[in-house]
């Protein structure tokens, strides 16, 4: 099938979604209003939020900058455990390409609500695969992922309730996802597709068939998972929160069941306030735990848009060379503003 062709499936996959999540997208659009009012007049939601977003100015640059770098290698890690499973599914796509097609997704996910970026991440994964049904294969690919970041969600709230700071229902949540995906794979191993709908567990009946294949899918999504919480401790470690690295594996969790009811473009205002209760159960205050939730959530959106631009310039530059020069171009520069901040050089202000 010819690039333009791909392109056109993955469009009207876009508009399809658009059209199924009509009600939760207007739900979105709502939300983003109430967090724009918010956003330029914050007394509103009490002096609190008002005091929180103040306080962010007391911030220590170089770990937001290194909490950036860390989100930035999550979304590398997640893409490639995307590209073992296309692969396990017969499907051709390098570490770039895989990089790429994954991280347009984070960027849409970020400015666009009812989690739309995923729909796309799953058209452009859809386009890597030889098979008619690839649709359906890539969005089964999706929930192999999911059920690998499941399995390290799950790890990281058994060490939570080590430190009693976590409920235990997104425990069993994340025992019921990875169990299921487990027995998919068992039943459909030995079962060749016979509709359209059955290439949906393409994923499951590879894995199934050869579980080797699974390892560098969930090792890749355990690096992801290290990544993230390596970045929220950064942020706790950057408004001086104590014990930030336990203070991190209550965040990371409470940040994905957040993500469980995106309303709002990012999960924006939602994703703060799961880090603030999480925080509030480590002994934090509720001030400073909402000045730890912005944070971390402004972090993740502005590393999600970077990722997403350069995602986008890279798929661009298959037919245009001018966007390869642009995406190697604006790597170069990000990768060298981002070092020179979490380093806390100087000449980094004259800079930006």
């Known amino acids: 099938m010819s690039n333009a062709l791909r392109s056109n499936a993955v469009v009207l996959l876009v508009i399809d979604e658009l059209r199924r999540r009509r009600r939760a997208i207007a739900i979105g659009v709502i939300g983003l209003a109430a967090v724009l009012v ?3 007049s914050p007394q509103l939601l009490g002096a609190r ?12 640059e170089s770990w937001l900058w290194l909490a950036g770098m860390l989100f930035v290698t999550a ?8 590209r073992a499973v296309v692969r396990a599914c017969g499907g051709a796509v390098g570490p770039i390409d895989a990089a790429a097609r994954y991280a347009v997704g984070s960027g849409v996910n970020t400015v666009a609500p009812a989690r739309l970026g995923d729909a796309v991440r799953i058209g ?14 890539s969005a089964g690919a999706y929930t192999t992922v999911g059920a690998a970041r499941a399995l390290w969600v799950g790890v990281l709230l058994v060490c939570a309730l080590a430190f009693g700071g976590a409920p235990v229902w997104p425990l069993l949540v994340a025992v019921g996802f990875v169990s299921a ?10 079962r060749d597709p016979t509709s359209r709908v059955a290439h949906f567990f393409d994923a499951y009946r590879q894995l199934g068939r050869q579980p080797r294949h699974a390892a560098p899918v969930v090792a890749w999504m355990g690096a992801a998972m290290l990544a993230r919480v390596g970045a929220a401790a950064a942020v706790a470690s950057s408004l001086g929160v104590k014990g930030s690295v336990t203070a991190a594996l209550l965040i990371v969790p409470a940040v994905d069941v957040a993500g469980l009811i995106p309303l709002t473009p990012g999960n924006v205002g939602l994703t ?13 205050g509720l001030t400073d735990a909402l000045t730890v939730g912005i944070a971390l959530h402004a ?14 310039l890279v798929l661009a530059g298959e037919r ?30 004259r800079i930006v």
């Not at 390869?324 to 503003?337: E, K």
């Open 272 to 284: 703060s306030g799961a880090v603030a209760l999480a925080l509030q159960a480590h002994g934090i």
């Open 75 to 82: 979304i590398l890690c997640w893409s490639l455990a995307w």
């Open 124 to 137: 452009l994964f859809s386009a890597r695969l030889p098979n008619r049904e690839r649709v359906w294969t």
């Open 320 to 349: 245009r060379p001018v966007a390869r020069h642009a995406a190697a171009a604006l790597g170069a520069a990000a990768v060298v503003v981002a070092v020179a901040g979490a380093l806390d050089v100087s000449v980094l202000a």
């Open 299 to 312: 972090v993740e959106a502005i590393a999600g848009l970077v990722v997403g631009a350069l995602g986008a």
């Open 38 to 40: 918010v956003f330029t």
């Open 181 to 190: 995906a487990v027995v998919a794979a068992v039943v459909t191993r030995r």
């Open 49 to 60: 939020v008002a005091q929180s977003l103040d306080d962010l100015d007391e911030a220590a």
